[in-house]
């Protein structure tokens, strides 16, 4: 029972272009959003995150936007480089109780940006 | 310098055997979880210790023990490892907030 989901396994683009990568969920209790980046035989690094309180945030050449009507949030990036080439991977958490701490991770979209 | 180190990096065993992952952090954050990613590449939490205390348990095989013997490590020891154990497993950390620093990654073979 996958309550986040990244429906898109792949996605490449070229340089210079912008990239945009998207993710589902389903559980409306969740208000903290994640962006992870993960290279191969490496672990995932945090990329960027959002609140639920919040629609959109930025953080250089990456923005995410958060859709709650939809359940629905999506990461920029522009412009795109070569080394952005990697897993994207999108993170829903609930603050307090038993799910403390507890991140709920999509299966990942696999970002390739050509030159 | 590493934040979160895992050890080792690979492990390669037969079935039946018991091994240990260990993982050690130096940010000085109170939660440590273990993340397991199958072969379909799903991140799913299996254990989070919070100052050595138990936290999150989620339903996996009482083969799986994760030890903590202060709030900077938390290991993870299999018994009588199967053919679907097989898997790579990060260790994570966090202090508070949602967001969870990773380590490397142990990538598990079981033969």
């Known amino acids: 029972d996958q309550q986040v989901k990244q429906n898109s396994p792949s996605l490449s683009v070229q340089e210079g272009r912008i990239s945009i990568l998207n993710c589902d969920y389903t559980?409306?209790?969740?208000?903290?959003f994640l962006w992870y980046k993960k290279y191969p035989a490496e672990g995932p690094t945090f990329l960027i995150s959002?609140?639920?309180?919040?629609d959109k945030n930025e953080d250089g050449r990456f923005t995410v936007f958060l859709n709650k009507s939809a359940k629905h949030l999506s990461l920029h990036i522009v412009p795109s480089q070569p080394g952005d080439s990697a897993v994207y991977f999108c993170?829903?958490?609930?603050?307090?109780?038993?799910?403390?701490?507890?991140?709920?991770f999509g299966r990942g979209t696999q970002l390739t940006v050509w030159p | 310098d590493t934040a979160v180190s895992q050890t080792p990096k690979y492990l390669v065993t037969q079935m039946g055997n018991d091994k240990s992952i260990k993982c050690e952090q130096n940010?000085?954050?109170?939660?440590m979880y273990w993340y397991k990613q199958d072969s379909k590449k799903f991140l799913k939490i299996m254990f989070s210790?919070?100052?050595?205390?138990?936290?999150i348990n989620e339903t996996v095989p009482n083969r799986f023990s994760p030890k903590s013997p202060d709030k900077a490590h938390l290991n993870l020891h299999i018994n009588s490892l199967e053919l679907g154990d097989s898997a790579v497993y990060f260790c994570a950390s966090s202090q508070g907030l949602p967001k969870q620093f990773f380590g490397p990654g142990t990538r598990l073979t079981v033969l």
């Open positions: 210790y919070n100052n050595k205390e138990l936290i």
């Open positions: 959002i609140s639920s309180i919040k």
């Open positions: 559980n409306s209790m969740f208000d903290y």
């Open positions: 993170a829903a958490s609930i603050k307090g109780g038993s799910t403390l701490g507890r991140l709920y």
């Open positions: 940010l000085g954050h109170d939660t």
